[in-house]
Structures are given as structure tokens and as C-alpha cells.
């Protein structure tokens, strides 16, 4: 769990000064947020959910939004721990100029 929060906050760090990802955001990305899962394999460390989990369990993802309680803010990017399965669910794109939200740490979402 801590080092998929402290991925989050480096990523989160690696941009520059007109707001684009440095080379070590680029290769965080690379290396945490791309991949596809393969046999017995467990794809990217962080991913978004498919579109059929967005649309099934839109509303379980759908989290009230930190700084503004009276809106909320739709969350189906999430980094993964295996065992036992948790999700960090966070606000996505990471940009500069935007806050980063951690709104959920716990069971996963989308259990079938």
C-alpha cells in the first residue's frame, strides 16, 4: 500500500515548469501505468477500470469530492495491492496544475 501511495506523490512531483511530465514521470508511467495483464500475470501496477466496470459500478466509484463536499467526482483509476486484493482509487489525469485525490483505500470495487 505504501508504495503505490508513494508512486502516486512522485508521480505527482515529476513535472516541470509548463506542466509537462519529466523523464522520471515518464518512466514511472512506463513503468507502473502501462501493460496489459498476461497469463498468471498481473499487468500494470495502476490502471483504469474497463468500460464495463465504469458503467456497472459507476455509482460505487462515484466518491464525493474532498475540497468540495457538495459535488463529487467520478474515480475509476486505481492502483492495486494482490494480497489481499485492495484498491487505491485516485483522481486521474495527474497533472501540474491540478490536486491529486486519494478518495478510496480499501476491498475492490468491482468484484464480479
Request: glycine content about 8%; hydrophobic content about 30%; aromatic content about 12%.
Amino acid at each position: 500500500m505504501l508504495f503505490i501511495l508513494d508512486t502516486l506523490n512522485r508521480l505527482k512531483t515529476c513535472f516541470d515548469a509548463d506542466g509537462q511530465r519529466t523523464a522520471e514521470g515518464n518512466a514511472i508511467y512506463q513503468n507502473f501505468f502501462t501493460g496489459k495483464k498476461e497469463k498468471k500475470g498481473r499487468g500494470a501496477l495502476f490502471s483504469d477500470s474497463s468500460e464495463g466496470e465504469k458503467s456497472k459500478f459507476k455509482q460505487e466509484m462515484t466518491f464525493r469530492h474532498p475540497e468540495n463536499p457538495d459535488t463529487s467526482i467520478f474515480c475509476p483509476w486505481h492502483g492495486k495491492v494482490q494480497t489481499p486484493q485492495l484498491r487505491v482509487h485516485f483522481s486521474w489525469p495527474v497533472r501540474a496544475d491540478e490536486a491529486l485525490y486519494v478518495v478510496y483505500i480499501g476491498p475492490k470495487i468491482t468484484k464480479k
